[in-house]
């Protein structure tokens, strides 16, 4: 079982930055692919980001290439989504989840049903 529990959300200005973290339970964090989703009102859950367990590949929605980087470190259990060049429309609740799963082609990190475990989410909200 893993526990997953986000932090660093919060109001910023429109091209602000925010760091957000995820903090694992369990001792197969480093063997998990971690992914961070986002949830704006009234719409759908979609992906945001993912990164294997060697940090070696990530994966990004083509909206927030080039503006938001993950990362982990499996010595802390923690996985990292900085954001940068907010946009208003970069408002939403943030989620962090584990993978469980190996696909050799990230994409498949797009799905939902690809996670095992997921955390509760933390509110991000970018102001114009």
């Known amino acids: 079982q893993v526990q997953l529990v986000e932090s660093g959300g919060g109001l910023v200005q429109t091209g602000g930055s925010l760091r957000l973290s995820c903090v694992a339970s369990?001792?197969?964090?480093?063997?998990?692919?971690m992914g961070w989703f986002r949830q704006a009102p009234g719409k759908e859950r979609e992906f945001v980001a993912a990164i294997r367990w060697s940090g070696g590949s990530t994966y990004y929605v083509d909206s927030v290439k080039g503006r938001f980087t993950i990362s982990r470190d499996n010595a802390q259990n923690t996985v990292w989504l900085q954001m940068n060049s907010l946009k208003a429309e970069d408002t939403a609740v943030y989620s962090c989840a584990a993978s469980e799963q190996y696909y050799s082609t990230m994409s498949y990190y797009e799905r939902e049903t690809s996670y095992n475990y997921w955390g509760q989410g933390t509110q991000v909200t970018v102001s114009s």
């Open positions: 369990g001792r197969a964090f480093s063997s998990y692919t």
